[in-house]
Structures are given as C-alpha cells and as structure tokens.
C-alpha cells in the first residue's frame, strides 16, 4: 500500500492548513497610512488643477461663444466643476495621522481613511459626474445649433458629441469601482490583522 494522498485530498489539506499571521509593526503600518495620505493629496492636487483647467477654459467659452445654450453649459459646468473641488475638499481629503498612534489606533486609522475613500468611489456618479451631466448637454445642444446650416446631416455629430460623453463617463466610473473595489480588499486585510493580533 502507498501512503499516497488522492490530489483532491492534497488540495483540501493545503487549502485548509492552518495560517501564520502576518503582523505588521507599527512603523511598518505608519508608512503605509502615511503612503495613502500621499497619494490621496496628489490625486486631490490633480483634481484641482482640472477643476482650475474647466473654469478657464469653459470661462473662455462663456466669454466668447455667440451662442445662449453654449454660454448657459459653460456656465453650468464651471459650477460643477467648483462645486467638485468643493465636495473633494470636503469629503476626500486625507487626514494627517496622530503621532503618538499605537498599532491598533494605526490600523483603526488607517481603515477609517481607506472606508472613507471607497465610499467617495463608490458615489462618485452623485458628487463627481452628475454634476456635470446638464452643463455638458446643454452645451451640447448648443454646439448643435450653432452647427446646424452647415451640415446636412446635422443630427451625426450631436450624437457622435454625446456618445463620446457618456463613454468617457462610463469609463471614468468604472475606474472609480474598480478602485473602490480594490480598498474594499486592502480594508478586508487590516480587519484580518486586527483579528489575528
């Protein structure tokens, strides 16, 4: 007779065996919150430097477009955009960890920071996109009209404008999901370190 294990067997052995938990110190998990509340303030310093961009270059439009419907968009995207960089600040700006944190108030932080950026993600249709819906379709529009004598076949590039909206929005979202998806693993993590401690 063989000692042999059935490769089933094996593998309900190996996935069932016992795990070591790996502790993290505390300098070890300092840097890491520290890690995020950098990227966290970059990213914010990005979306404030677009939202600087919009209101310029929308700013430019309101000015100059001959167009109604393109100045009333212009002029509601530039109120999404601020209010954007008004919720960002609000909402999505990174905390500064205390200094005299132990372990277990550095992961208590450090999962409160990475909850609060997930849910930021996860609404990002609400307080980031949204906003900008009405403004875009009503420049939209008046991009159409402004266009219409000379096309005949005007509808095309109304709805060639809009399509590519919407994708980028769709993709934009996505993005944000899938990284919101991906703190959700890394919240998951903290909550197995804080158990297995």
């Not at 000692?3 to 300098?27: A, G, I, K, L, Y």
């Not at 509340?37 to 309101?62: H, P, S």
């Not at 968009?73 to 990174?94: E, F, K, M, N, P």
Request: proline content about 5%; overall charge positive.
């Amino acid at each position: 007779m063989t000692n042999e294990v059935p490769p089933n067997d094996m593998r309900n052995v190996w996935q069932n065996q016992p795990m070591e938990s790996t502790r993290m110190s505390v300098e070890e998990l300092r840097h890491k919150a520290g890690k995020f509340q950098k990227r966290i303030q970059l990213r914010n310093l990005r979306e404030y430097i677009a939202v600087l961009f919009v209101v310029v270059g929308f700013g430019f439009y309101l000015k100059w477009f001959p167009s109604v419907a393109m100045r009333v968009g212009s002029g509601l995207t530039i109120a999404a955009a601020l209010y954007v960089a008004y919720q960002l600040h609000r909402i999505g700006s990174a905390e500064t960890l205390p200094e005299d944190c132990g372990f277990e108030c550095c992961i208590d932080f450090h999962r409160r920071e990475l909850e609060r950026q997930r849910d930021l993600l996860r609404r990002i249709w609400w307080w980031y996109l949204g906003p900008f819906v009405p403004g875009m379709l009503v420049f939209l529009v008046g991009l159409q009209v402004a266009r219409e004598p000379r096309f005949p076949h005007h509808g095309i590039p109304f709805v060639v404008d809009l399509a590519f909206c919407a994708l980028v929005f769709v993709l934009i979202g996505r993005l944000n999901q899938r990284t919101a998806h991906r703190l959700q693993r890394q919240i998951d993590d903290l909550h197995a370190m804080a158990k297995g401690q």
